[in-house]
């Protein structure tokens, strides 16, 4: 088992701050090995963009970073398909496993895997959440005791529109709009509230079966993500 811990440069936009981007390696690396692991791979920046980032080959999956995350954080998701395939070449792994917290990555680095022929596995696993509900991640360090409290209300707001989805609604334009207002009602600023198809993140039609309402919402000076699954049956 290969763990890998880098705070990838490319997936910065100019609006975001990189130095602010949390790095708890001492922590991580006792989690690794409480939890198994092998190896833990951390490298530099030099190591992986030896002529610079700036000037680095760009891996991008088009139809996939100009949606949902895309708009809001220019150059995001490039940055990820370009660290992950580097990432997958050096490793060389049978499988890599992904959280589902973040589907959008789920989906590129399945898409890039598929498309540039790397013989690999993706296996992603279920979002490990707090005893509220609360999606696990660095930026939650970052959240003040009040907007701790509110955090779990994005889970809540994807439980909801799962719920109504389950209980027949196809409206999935008006479970949006109802999402984000839930949302900005619990003091977030949403940037996007969405159902899509879980396969492949196209809006969802009549007859499709297999569903994720996934969100990005700004609490405080944390930006926090979250998704759920839908599955309809047959």
Request: a neutral charge; hydrophobic letters at 45%.
């Amino acid at each position: 088992v290969v763990a890998s811990v880098y705070v990838n440069p490319l997936q910065f936009g100019s609006n975001e701050e990189y130095d602010r981007q949390p790095r708890t390696l001492e922590h991580d690396t006792e989690l690794l090995a409480k939890a198994g692991a092998h190896l833990l791979f951390a490298p530099t920046t030099f190591e992986l963009y030896p002529a610079g980032f700036e000037r680095s080959t760009i891996v991008d999956v088009p139809e996939l970073s100009g949606i949902l995350d895309g708009p809001f954080r220019p150059g995001y998701l490039a940055g990820v398909a370009t660290v992950t395939t580097k990432l997958l070449q050096i490793v060389q792994p049978d499988c890599a496993v992904l959280g589902e917290k973040d589907w959008q990555r789920l989906v590129l680095v399945r898409r890039l895997v598929a498309d540039l022929c790397i013989p690999m596995d993706v296996v992603g696993v279920p979002v490990v959440r707090d005893h509220d509900g609360l999606a696990i991640g660095s930026w939650n360090r970052g959240l003040s005791r009040a907007e701790r409290a509110a955090a779990p209300r994005l889970y809540a707001a994807l439980k909801n529109a799962r719920q109504k989805i389950l209980d027949g609604e196809r409206d999935y334009a008006a479970l949006q709009v109802a999402g984000r207002l839930e949302l900005e009602r619990g003091g977030f600023q949403p940037d996007y509230f969405s159902v899509r198809q879980s396969a492949d993140l196209l809006p969802p039609r009549a007859d499709s079966r297999e569903l994720v309402v996934l969100a990005a919402a700004r609490l405080g000076d944390a930006r926090l993500l979250d998704s759920l699954r839908v599955s309809l049956g047959k």
